[in-house]
């Protein structure tokens, strides 16, 4: 089996972050989103990855390379964003002789039992009940529990089954022919390549899809539910940090996930916050929010913020959302 993860996207809704740093790259309880995605295929035997890159993509190349040697890696890049049945079929060369592909949105983090998934006899299509479907892939189900329709945001949708970025297909030669069919005839939903119209083409062809229920996925390309995820995670066993260093006249309000090389002076920490590697914090407060590494923080009250890597602060009691390389002081006139 292979895995093939798509992360072309710009993360236009993290911006400024990800003028800087690609999404899967921001990280989530002391380690990167895509992180967790490929510690979880690998988990249930997967060890051939294709990445669709774009945006900043040899940043994720050279993450990869560094932190996942084991395994076997393959990048293919989306010259233009035409949806994700395009970013699939850009990597159909790498595919076709894959025997199973496992489809995983590289900016997801999912709350669901992979090896299900892996073992299970048919094609899967990850879902989960949501209350409004109509900003999301749809699937339908028939009398015996299969699908039986998919379609792309619907304006009516007849099921409240939303598609959650999660797909793994058996059927490899049929998923390609079916992606070959709608870019050489042109069909697009909203504008884009719709892996659903794809799958679609493949029901109707007799090609069986099992729906998979995740407990929950968390789509980590907005502020709020980025730190929601942090948050939830930090709570969890084995995601906080469990020694932490001694920092001089400084509180830890668990839980907390610390960085190596951090300097803490003079501060209370926590709950919920995530810090990279080689951080100062002064004589601040921070609670709900994610520090990037080698960030500096001085004299600064931060809650429910996202600070990214390299950034300066100085005075302030603010809920921020900043970028890499950015240098603010509040305390000049």
């Known amino acids: 089996m292979k895995a ?3 992360v072309a996207g710009a993360g236009t809704h993290l911006r400024p972050h990800t003028y800087t740093q690609p999404k899967p790259l921001i990280p989530v309880a002391g380690k990167p989103i895509i992180s967790y995605i490929i510690d979880e295929l690998v988990a249930v035997g997967i060890e051939d990855f294709v990445f669709v890159i774009g945006h900043l993509g040899e940043k994720i190349r050279d993450y990869v390379k560094e932190k996942h040697p084991d395994i076997r890696q393959e ?3 989306q010259n233009t964003r035409q949806g994700l049945g395009h970013a699939v079929w850009t990597a159909r060369e790498e595919l076709k002789d894959a025997k199973e592909v496992f489809i995983v949105l590289g900016d997801t983090i999912f709350d669901v039992d992979f090896k299900e998934i892996a073992d299970a006899p048919h ?4 879902v989960k009940k949501v209350e409004d479907p109509r900003n999301f892939g749809v699937a339908e189900l028939n009398e015996h529990g ?3 329709h998919v379609v792309e945001k619907p304006r009516i949708p007849k099921s409240n089954l939303a598609l959650v970025g999660l797909y793994k297909c058996k059927e490899v030669a049929e998923l390609i022919a079916a992606l070959e069919y709608i870019v050489d005839n042109n069909i697009k939903t909203l504008d884009e390549y719709q892996l659903t119209d794809a799958i679609m083409r493949m029901i109707e062809q007799g090609v069986t899809f099992k729906p998979c229920t995740v407990k929950n996925w968390f789509d980590c390309g907005q502020k709020d539910i980025l730190l929601e995820t942090n948050a939830m995670l930090l709570k969890r066993g084995g995601f906080a940090s469990k020694e932490i260093p001694y920092y001089k006249d400084t509180i830890i309000i668990h839980p907390v996930n610390i960085g190596k090389g951090c300097r803490i002076t003079n501060s209370i920490i926590g ?16 609670r709900e929010s994610i520090i990037g590494s080698y960030a500096s923080i001085q004299e600064v009250v931060l809650h429910h913020s996202v600070v990214g890597s390299d950034a300066a602060i100085r005075g302030l009691s603010q809920s921020l959302n900043i970028g890499d390389n950015t ?6 006139v």
Do not use: A
Not at 123 to 126: D, E, F, P, R, T
Not at 271 to 286: A, C, L, R
Not at 327 to 332: C, R
């Open 4 to 6: 093939l993860i798509p």
């Open 75 to 77: 990048y293919v890049h």
């Open 123 to 126: 094609s899967c299509l990850g």
């Open 146 to 148: 299969m699908v039986s």
């Open 271 to 286: 709950p919920n916050v995530t810090i990279g590697e080689n951080v100062t914090i002064d004589y601040s407060i921070v």
């Open 327 to 332: 240098e603010i002081d509040f305390g000049k």
